[in-house]
């Protein structure tokens, strides 16, 4: 069995969006209060995170962006967006938050542990370079790469984005390079908007994003089919050095805030395909950080699952067919279209 490095750390449960907003700490305390019975929680390791440096939060966002964040310290409640707020211990939250993040891929890059899991918040994906949005400051998942790029000096990085809402602020980081392959499978139209099948990349980067967009209901074996058909081909012919995973929850069936179909064990199942790669590319070494994820419930069983997968090694998925949807054939059979001058395996 695997030891997995969680990433957890008081402060994030003082970030705060508001009253009865469906980002709230009580997110991290189902969390906390799932691990402390996880049959295999002697095969968790906590890790200590740190805050983030200016310095790696610049290769992201811009230098005015972040100290008008930082400047959210000084005020009891800032919004910053209609759907994203700060308290003045936000700051400090999403510091840490990002560099909890890093923290996770160090762990695996330095071969200290074969997986992680940073149990942050606030989440990341939707922070662009200058703009907070979508209940997200800085970008976790972008920063820990970009730490990867440029302090462990790999050449190729692969972020696989389940959350139910395309990762526009992640997109936008790396759209114009080659060393991050961004991949994601989400509602659409949905929040935020973005994420279409043409949306490839330019320049550089070309042909390095891969975008799945669905239009929602999609369950267990919709998505198994997306990653067999889609990602694993192509992440075998990228051969990543790392896989960092922006690990949504809001996908599963119950969640309020979409209308996509995965049950609990899903994660599991798409853990399992995910681990199957980091073997086969490079040495095992994947590192999730939490994005969405809003019924409480189901947050907690699919960070079980995932844990579990991680802990006890390469799952068991099924190769059937039978329950895709022909929305799903039809998206995978355009996205393949469309990126096959991009890609011998198309």
Request: with cysteine.
């Given at each position: 069995m695997n030891t997995v490095a969680i990433v957890r750390d008081p402060i994030y449960l003082k970030h705060s969006n508001g009253p009865m907003h469906p980002e709230g700490p009580e997110r991290l305390l189902v969390i906390d209060s799932m691990l402390s019975e996880f049959p295999l929680k002697e095969q968790l390791t906590d890790i200590p995170p740190r805050d983030a440096t200016f310095e790696e939060l610049a290769w992201i966002h811009d230098e005015n962006y972040i100290r008008r964040i930082e400047q959210t310290r000084e005020s009891r409640f800032t919004v910053l967006d209609p759907d994203t707020s700060a308290t003045s211990d936000s700051y400090a939250a999403s510091l840490r938050?990002?560099?909890?993040?890093?923290?996770?891929a160090a762990a695996v890059l330095r071969g200290r542990f074969p997986?992680?899991?940073?149990?942050v918040r606030p989440p990341g994906h939707h922070?662009?370079?200058g703009r907070a949005m979508g209940f997200c400051l800085f970008n976790n998942v972008a920063v820990a790469a970009a730490y990867a790029l440029r302090r462990h000096d790999l050449k190729r990085v692969l972020i696989v984005d389940w959350d139910v809402h395309h990762g526009n602020g992640t997109m936008h980081s790396f759209y114009d390079m080659d060393g991050v392959l961004y991949f994601s499978v989400h509602q659409y139209p949905h929040y935020p908007g973005t994420g279409r099948i043409d949306e490839i990349g330019r320049g550089a980067g070309q042909g390095y994003t891969v975008n799945v967009p669905l239009?929602?209901?999609?369950?267990?074996?919709?998505?198994?089919?997306?990653?067999?058909?889609?990602?694993?081909p192509v992440a075998r012919e990228y051969n990543p050095e790392l896989i960092l995973v922006s690990a949504g929850f809001d996908t599963h069936r119950n969640d309020p805030l979409a209308s996509m179909g995965l049950s609990s064990s899903g994660y599991g199942l798409l853990t399992a395909v995910l681990q199957d790669l980091a073997e086969q590319c490079c040495?095992?070494?994947i590192a999730f950080t939490l994005e969405g994820g809003y019924d409480h419930t189901a947050l907690s069983e699919g960070v079980a699952d995932v844990l579990q997968t991680l802990i006890s090694g390469r799952g068991e998925y099924s190769e059937s067919m039978d329950g895709v949807g022909d929305e799903t054939r039809q998206v995978t059979e355009e996205v393949r279209r469309v990126l096959s001058p991009h890609w011998k395996s198309f």
């Amino acid at each position: 069995m695997n030891t997995v490095a969680i990433v957890r750390d008081p402060i994030y449960l003082k970030h705060s969006n508001g009253p009865m907003h469906p980002e709230g700490p009580e997110r991290l305390l189902v969390i906390d209060s799932m691990l402390s019975e996880f049959p295999l929680k002697e095969q968790l390791t906590d890790i200590p995170p740190r805050d983030a440096t200016f310095e790696e939060l610049a290769w992201i966002h811009d230098e005015n962006y972040i100290r008008r964040i930082e400047q959210t310290r000084e005020s009891r409640f800032t919004v910053l967006d209609p759907d994203t707020s700060a308290t003045s211990d936000s700051y400090a939250a999403s510091l840490r938050a990002a560099g909890g993040t890093v923290e996770a891929a160090a762990a695996v890059l330095r071969g200290r542990f074969p997986a992680a899991f940073a149990f942050v918040r606030p989440p990341g994906h939707h922070a662009e370079a200058g703009r907070a949005m979508g209940f997200c400051l800085f970008n976790n998942v972008a920063v820990a790469a970009a730490y990867a790029l440029r302090r462990h000096d790999l050449k190729r990085v692969l972020i696989v984005d389940w959350d139910v809402h395309h990762g526009n602020g992640t997109m936008h980081s790396f759209y114009d390079m080659d060393g991050v392959l961004y991949f994601s499978v989400h509602q659409y139209p949905h929040y935020p908007g973005t994420g279409r099948i043409d949306e490839i990349g330019r320049g550089a980067g070309q042909g390095y994003t891969v975008n799945v967009p669905l239009c929602g209901g999609q369950g267990d074996e919709d998505y198994l089919f997306v990653f067999r058909e889609i990602l694993v081909p192509v992440a075998r012919e990228y051969n990543p050095e790392l896989i960092l995973v922006s690990a949504g929850f809001d996908t599963h069936r119950n969640d309020p805030l979409a209308s996509m179909g995965l049950s609990s064990s899903g994660y599991g199942l798409l853990t399992a395909v995910l681990q199957d790669l980091a073997e086969q590319c490079c040495p095992g070494r994947i590192a999730f950080t939490l994005e969405g994820g809003y019924d409480h419930t189901a947050l907690s069983e699919g960070v079980a699952d995932v844990l579990q997968t991680l802990i006890s090694g390469r799952g068991e998925y099924s190769e059937s067919m039978d329950g895709v949807g022909d929305e799903t054939r039809q998206v995978t059979e355009e996205v393949r279209r469309v990126l096959s001058p991009h890609w011998k395996s198309f």
